[in-house]
């Protein structure tokens, strides 16, 4: 699609109202390039789950991806669980790749980007996948004009049901995005956000399955409380909250009507919601994810 066809796509599709990422899904399909390379520096687990969501999506192929990493047990899983090969060179990967994803802890990105630098080209695009690390830091470790993306996912990448949100830097293209949202969107769902979303993003979904499993844990213990052997209560627990949030994407319906359709006049459910009222719970989660929140954005300003 040429920049003129994008541009008469957009111009149809203003009056809807779509976020640039709407526009990015519906109208610009420049489809994935025909020899697209990725190179993972780090090859951890939260790698290894996104390359093998990629090769599973059919977006590339094992032989078109690269990791590296300095640990060798990290290299041997990536390479056993993804067939791609797995080498201890960051340069290595950057000679390989055009698109390099970043998935290293905080504390190394500059130890990794410095060591990538000179080996950085107009060719390449850095997906970092660093908590907390802002596109600012990221740009100003590479040459001036590198088009950087940060994504914020989850852990559930690991099981192919992310939630992800991701910023554009300053030098990033729309082709970028629309790679982005393809690759992220194959491990599960993803949003075009401004930056200074994401360290809502982090609040969120970031450490809400440590929320999640919480509750899980909770409602498990309840179960073996009421005499139910822990096992089941445990499955039992995880299956409803898996349940509901299908329930929640698949029907589009609003939670709290969803919560009424099972709650009967008079019944075990409002007696259960009135003692979770009672201890505050939807307050207590709302200032978790604020609370987090807050420790991201700390945490990206130190």
Known sequence: MTNLDLEVCRAGAWWKAFSLSSILLDCYKPGMATRLTIGFLGAGKMATALARG??????????????SDVSGPAREAFGYETKARAVTSNREAAEFADVLILAVKPDQVDSVLSGIRDNFTEKHLLISIAAGVPLAKLEGALSTGARVVRVMPNTPALVGQSASGFALGKSALREDAELVMKLFSAVGIAFMLKESLLDAVTGLSGSGPAYVYLIIEALSDGGVAAGLPRDVATRLAAQTLLGSARMVLETGQHPGALKDMVTSPGGTTIEGLHELEK????????????AATERSRRLGQG
């Open 54 to 67: 990629f090769i599973n999506a059919d977006l590339v192929r094992a032989k078109q991806i690269i990791a």
């Open 279 to 290: 201890g505050k719970l939807r307050g207590t989660i709302m200032n978790a994810v604020k």
